[in-house]
C-alpha cells in the first residue's frame, strides 16, 4: 500500500462517517458541523489530486460561505439544545434501502463500464489551464456561461434579501 | 506538502480513477438517504450539499483523468449555483419560520390537492 493509497482511505472514511452522522444525528447544530468536517475533507482530496486552487475554493465557498449561513439560519430559528425527533423505522428502513440498492445499481454499472485502471493517465489540471477554460471565448472556452452564473449570483443575493426583507405591520 | 504530493504524481503512484467513482456514488446515496428521512429543512439543505460534494468529486477526479480543464470549469459553476440555492432556499425558510413558526416540511401542505 503507498503514501498515497493510505490517505486516500483515510480522508475517504471520514467523509463517509461524517456524511453518515450529518444526516443522523438529532441535533442540528452537530449535524452542520459534522457536515463541515466532511466537506474540509472534500477539500482534502482534492489536494491530493494537485489542484489546490479548487481545494482552496472549496474552502472558502463552502466552509466560509454556506456552513456559516446554514449555522445562522439555524441560530435564527431553532432553540438551542433542542432534539430532533428522530424518523419512524419504517419510513427510515424504506430510505436505507431505496438508497443501499441505488448505490447497489450505480456500483454494478460502474464495475461495467468503468475506465481500464491506467495509472500513467493520471495528469493533474493546472490553474492556468482552468483560468483559460474560464475566461477563453474560442474552443473549449466558457466565458459566456461564466458571465451568466455571474449574474445568477448577484439575482440570487438580491432576491434572497427581498425575500428575507421583513415589512412593516400596518 | 504540495511539493511532497506532486512527487507522488511523478512517480506514478496516485490514486486509480475507479476509487473517486465508488466514493462519489457512496457520498451520493448519503446525501440521497437523508434526503428521503428527514423532515427538518435545514438537514434536506445540507444533504443536497452533500450530493452536489459528490458530483464535484467525480467531476474533478474525471478531468483530472482525461487531462481536461472543462470539468473542473463545470465545477466552478456547480459551486456558484450552489451558493446562490442555499442563499435563496435559506431566505424561503426564514419566511416560512416567519409565518408558521416552524422549519418542519411537513406543515407546508396547504398546495396539496
Not at chain 2, 472543462?70 to 435563496?88: L, R, T, Y
Request: hydrophobic share 60%.
Amino acid at each position: 500500500m503507498t503514501i498515497a493509497n493510505f490517505i486516500f482511505y483515510l480522508v475517504s472514511s471520514m467523509i463517509l462517517v461524517f456524511g453518515v452522522l450529518t444526516i443522523s444525528t438529532r441535533q442540528l447544530f452537530r449535524s452542520a458541523i459534522y457536515l463541515l468536517f466532511s466537506l474540509i475533507n472534500v477539500a482534502a482530496l482534492f489536494f491530493l489530486m494537485d489542484n489546490e486552487f479548487l481545494a482552496a475554493v472549496q474552502v472558502v465557498v463552502y466552509v466560509g460561505g454556506i456552513i456559516v449561513l446554514i449555522l445562522f439560519s439555524l441560530f435564527l430559528t431553532q432553540q438551542a439544545g433542542l432534539k430532533l425527533p428522530l424518523p419512524g423505522l419504517g419510513r427510515s428502513m424504506m430510505a436505507g434501502l431505496l438508497s443501499f440498492f441505488g448505490f447497489v445499481l450505480l456500483f454494478s454499472l460502474l464495475l461495467a463500464a468503468s475506465p481500464e485502471a491506467d495509472e500513467n493517465s493520471f495528469s493533474a489540471i493546472t490553474m492556468k489551464e482552468i483560468g483559460f477554460g474560464l475566461l477563453n471565448f474560442g474552443k473549449n472556452g466558457y466565458v459566456l456561461p461564466f458571465e451568466v452564473v455571474s449574474i445568477l449570483l448577484l439575482a440570487a443575493m438580491i432576491g434572497a434579501i427581498a425575500i428575507a426583507f421583513k415589512t412593516k405591520k400596518e | 506538502m504540495n511539493y511532497f504530493l506532486s512527487n507522488l504524481t511523478l512517480l506514478n503512484i496516485t490514486v486509480p480513477v475507479q476509487w473517486y467513482l465508488y466514493l462519489s456514488a457512496a457520498l451520493f446515496c448519503i446525501g440521497v438517504a437523508g434526503a428521503l428521512t428527514r423532515r427538518n429543512a435545514i438537514i434536506l439543505f445540507m444533504s443536497v450539499e452533500l450530493m452536489l460534494n459528490a458530483v464535484n468529486l467525480l467531476m474533478v477526479a474525471f478531468s483530472n483523468h482525461l487531462g481536461d480543464a472543462s470539468g473542473q470549469v463545470f465545477v466552478f459553476f456547480v459551486m456558484v449555483v450552489a451558493a446562490a440555492e442555499v442563499a435563496v432556499g435559506l431566505a424561503i425558510l426564514m419566511m416560512i419560520y416567519r409565518n408558521t413558526g416552524s422549519v418542519d416540511v411537513g406543515f407546508l401542505k396547504k398546495l396539496k390537492w
